[in-house]
């Protein structure tokens, strides 16, 4: 269900992290991490060799905001990515932080059993299925 409502879908590495004060589509004051990311593959969406993810939380100063139902990020993370457009222009997660499936080192979705060859093939039968 992900990779049909999501804009685009990439496999992606953390290349670059800046959080700061910002707002996100409701209005609420909080930190936003704008995280660049390296695409390392795109399995939906037009290719783009990198995408910059608004995702809220993050620190700024010494003031850290953990946001409960989003992915802490760091430098040289993999990720899957499900992704949409914000209200304001940008790129968010699809369904929040559901949209950022990390990966570890075997190319499994981090404490789960789901392989990144599993999602590749959820993704193409998601799309064969006649959407967009």
């Known amino acids: 269900a992900q990779a049909k409502g999501a ?17 996100n589509d409701f209005g609420d004051r909080l930190i936003l991490s704008r995280v660049t990311f390296r695409v390392d593959e795109t399995m939906k969406g037009p290719q783009q060799d990198t995408v910059v993810v608004t995702l809220e939380g993050g620190t700024v100063g ?9 992915p802490t990020m760091e430098k040289g993370q993999r990720a899957v990515l499900f992704l949409t457009s914000s209200r304001a222009g940008g790129i968010i997660p699809y369904r929040r932080g559901a949209g950022v499936l990390n990966l570890d080192a075997d190319d499994r979705v981090r404490g789960t059993d789901l392989t990144l060859d599993e999602i590749r093939a959820a993704v193409k039968a998601a799309q064969a299925g006649g959407n967009q």
């Open 7 to 23: 804009n685009r879908v990439v496999v992606a590495t953390v290349t670059d992290l800046q959080s700061a004060f910002g707002e």
């Open 62 to 70: 010494d003031l850290t905001l953990d946001v409960s139902d989003m």
